[in-house]
C-alpha cells in the first residue's frame, strides 16, 4: 500500500456501519405514510447517493408519488433524532484512524449525508482524529458525490493539496468521486458493496481490513 499524507474517507459503509439506522428511519417514514417498507437488504442498495435518492428508491414512484414530499420529510426529521441508535464504527477503524493521526497524516470526511448529520456523526465517533467532516450543503454550493465538490472542499479545509491525498470508500459513486476529483482511489471490501461489483465499476485497489491502511 503506498504511504499517503492525507485520507479522505466516505462515512456509510466506510468508517461507520449505518445500515440500521439508515434502514429503521426508511421504515418508520414509509409506515407513517402509509407505504410498504422494505427489508435491509433492500436499503442497503438504496443507499450511496445521498438521503434524497435513497427516498426516492424506497418510495414508490419517487419523487412523482403524492406523498414523496412528505414522507422524505419524516425520514430526515426521523434519522437525525435516531443515527446513533445501532450506528457503530466498523471493527478496526478507530485504531487505524489514530494510527494514521499519529503519523501526521491528516483526516477527513466526505458524505452524501446531511451536513449535520455527517458532523455530527463524526464529532461523536472520531472527535480526535477526523479533521474536516463536509457532507451535502446545496446552499453552499457543494453538490454531492460523485461531483469532486466535497472532496475539494474537505481538501481546502485541511489546508492541503491533492498531490499526496487518496480516497477510501466502499462504492462505485466512491470510485466516480476519486476519479472526478483526480486522486486515486482504496476501495474496501466490508462496506455496502461487494467485489465484484466495485470490480464492474472501476475499482483497482482493495482492502479487507482497516488495518491494510498502514502497510
Not at 54 to 60: Q, T, W, Y
Not at 76 to 102: F, N, V
Not at 149 to 176: H, M, N, P, R, W
Request: hydrophobic share 40%.
Amino acid at each position: 500500500m503506498n504511504s499517503f499524507d492525507t485520507y479522505i474517507f466516505d462515512l456509510d459503509g466506510t468508517l461507520l456501519d449505518t445500515l440500521g439506522d439508515l434502514a429503521a428511519s426508511v421504515n418508520h417514514a414509509l409506515r407513517t405514510h402509509g407505504l410498504p417498507e422494505h427489508s435491509i437488504d433492500d436499503v442497503r442498495r438504496f443507499v450511496g447517493n445521498g438521503v434524497r435518492k435513497l427516498m426516492e428508491r424506497a418510495v414508490p414512484d419517487g419523487a412523482g408519488n403524492p406523498l414523496f414530499d412528505e414522507t422524505f420529510a419524516t425520514f430526515r426529521q426521523y434519522y437525525m433524532a435516531h443515527s446513533l441508535d445501532t450506528t457503530r464504527p466498523y471493527e478496526g477503524i478507530p485504531e487505524t484512524l489514530e494510527a494514521l493521526k499519529a503519523r501526521g497524516c491528516h483526516l477527513a470526511v466526505v458524505s452524501n449525508k446531511m451536513m449535520a448529520a455527517t458532523q455530527e456523526l463524526c464529532y461523536h465517533f472520531f472527535p480526535s482524529t477526523i479533521e474536516v467532516a463536509i457532507g451535502e450543503d446545496e446552499a453552499a454550493g457543494i453538490r454531492r458525490k460523485p461531483a469532486p465538490d466535497t472532496v475539494f472542499a474537505a481538501l481546502k479545509a485541511l489546508g492541503v493539496g491533492k498531490e499526496d491525498a487518496v480516497y477510501v470508500g466502499d462504492s462505485d459513486v466512491d470510485i466516480q468521486t476519486a476519479r472526478n476529483a483526480g486522486i486515486p482511489c482504496i476501495s474496501v471490501l466490508w462496506g455496502f458493496r461487494d467485489r465484484d461489483f466495485l470490480l464492474q465499476n472501476g475499482a483497482e485497489t482493495f482492502i479487507s481490513t482497516p488495518s491494510e491502511l498502514l502497510l
